[in-house]
């Protein structure tokens, strides 16, 4: 039986049972399980991985990294802001751990896949900056979380996305517009050097960006983990990552 290829999945740090837990929505597993042939890995968000040696030593036996989303936002002193209330809750540890893994990953032409806050992280690791407050700007829309008990109620597609002619996500799924989930309030302000704006909302939120000189390197602000109803993009994504994955395995 041949191994199956490692896929890195970045954790968040939360409270649990009157201590502190390391979590992975199910929703990233069950995407992974549905359209993925690799073996997930859970990566703590723990400071002892942010020695640059120590996550060193990680990457090398993955073959592909998922930067997964969470409620949390990146503190604003990784990308030279001005901490506000609008920019919390923050999950530092988790900061720490992404943005070394981000960094590294890139390096080594990794296959990965940025997911909201992920697709933020992406953003600040590469050098650009986030807006913090979004759905209280003016001539936004909401984007964040509807708090709800029903997770299809949470997820269902809230807005419209226009992919850029003959960018990515044009090429991979033939489609210049589509609907999407929004569960955030913060975003990308200054788009950082050598990513590619792909996608944008109707407020000109950027909504996907990839990196082209990289194997596979894609960040989108929706959740395409779970996306309710017709839904024409998260299979594609999911088995082109899955593929890039896979051929990185491969060639090792």
């Known amino acids: 039986m041949s191994k199956l290829p490692l896929l890195g999945v970045i954790c968040n740090r939360r409270a649990h049972d009157g201590g502190t837990g390391q979590s992975v929505n199910h929703t990233y597993l069950d995407a992974i399980a549905t359209w993925m042939n690799v073996q997930?890995?859970?990566i703590p968000a723990n400071r002892a991985f942010t020695d640059r040696?120590?996550?060193?030593?990680?990457?090398?036996v993955m073959d592909g990294l998922l930067i997964t989303g969470n409620r949390s936002n990146v503190h604003p002193k990784n990308y030279a802001g001005t901490k506000t209330p609008e920019h919390q809750p923050f999950d530092t540890d988790r900061d720490a751990v992404s943005l070394v893994l981000i960094e590294l990953a890139l390096t080594r032409n990794m296959p990965t896949l940025a997911i909201c806050r992920?697709?933020?992280e992406l953003n600040v690791a590469c050098g650009g900056s986030l807006t913090a407050g979004l759905s209280g700007q003016k001539n936004k829309l909401d984007h964040r979380t509807i708090e709800a008990?029903?997770?299809d109620a949470v997820y269902r597609a809230r807005h419209g996305v226009t992919f850029v002619e003959d960018g990515w996500w044009h090429k991979l799924t033939d489609r210049t517009q589509a609907r999407v989930n929004s569960l955030h309030n913060q975003a990308i302000d200054r788009l950082a050097q050598g990513l590619v704006a792909d996608a944008h909302a109707e407020d000109g939120t950027i909504e996907a960006v990839y990196k082209p000189d990289n194997s596979f390197c894609v960040g989108v602000q929706w959740h395409p983990e779970y996306q309710t109803g017709e839904n024409h993009l998260s299979e594609p994504l999911f088995r082109a990552f899955n593929e890039a994955v896979g051929q990185a395995a491969a060639e090792k």
């Open 53 to 60: 040696q120590a996550a060193s030593n990680l990457l090398s």
């Open 40 to 42: 997930p890995v859970l």
């Open 149 to 151: 008990e029903d997770h």
């Open 118 to 120: 992920g697709l933020q």
